[in-house]
């Protein structure tokens, strides 16, 4: 499993899930991979976005939106009702600020994202448009939650995919074997 410079992993999800995933499980504990201003920079620099000088009020306004993010992605794979203020703060980024796409040509031709905003919230309003184009779209139906043990991250199933990672994958396998070691080894041998 690769890791973002800020140690929050990165699986190869859209960018949306990828930044819910920026909570993650170690030795079973939520851990925060959005830990500092520092930390959000090198993560939305990992994934492409222009962002330097970012700031505490940047950070709280990712973690924010990260929360909802991560509220409507449970209540996706759970089967629950959506949290309506959740819906509404990630509506609100994707609307924070206008957003448009450029072509430019040098080195080669490639498209930009440009907006009326600062880097972070530009980012954050992408980041949130995402999280509507799959939450409102047909990816909604292939989000899944981890069932590793302890995992907590969410990634889009392409059918055949039964965990967030091979690392997850090894987990549960040794667990049920384990499981099974340990069940027949307290069951005793066989009466004869």
């Not at 222009?50 to 794979?77: M, N, Q």
Request: glycine share 10%; net charge negative; hydrophobic share 40%.
């Amino acid at each position: 499993m690769q890791r973002s410079a800020g140690g929050a992993p990165l699986l190869g999800e859209p960018v949306s899930i990828e930044f819910a995933n920026t909570v993650f499980a170690v030795r079973g504990r939520p851990t925060e991979g959005l830990e500092s201003p520092l930390a959000l920079e090198q993560w939305l620099q990992d994934k492409g976005f222009a962002a330097d000088g970012v700031t505490a009020g940047d950070l709280d306004a990712a973690r924010e939106l990260r929360t909802a993010i991560r509220a409507v992605a449970a209540a996706v794979t759970e089967g629950r009702e959506w949290d309506a203020q959740a819906v509404a703060t990630v509506n609100a980024y994707a609307a924070s600020t206008p957003r448009w796409r450029e072509l430019t040509v040098e080195p080669e031709p490639h498209v930009v994202e440009q907006s009326s905003g600062g880097p972070v919230e530009t980012a954050l309003g992408i980041i949130a448009d995402n999280a509507i184009e799959i939450f409102g779209g047909p990816s909604r139906a292939h989000l899944r939650g981890c069932p590793g043990p302890n995992c907590i991250l969410y990634f889009l199933t392409d059918g055949r995919r039964e965990w967030c990672s091979k690392t997850c994958g090894n987990r549960a396998r040794a667990a049920r074997h384990y499981a099974r070691t340990r069940q027949a080894t307290e069951s005793g041998p066989p009466e004869r």
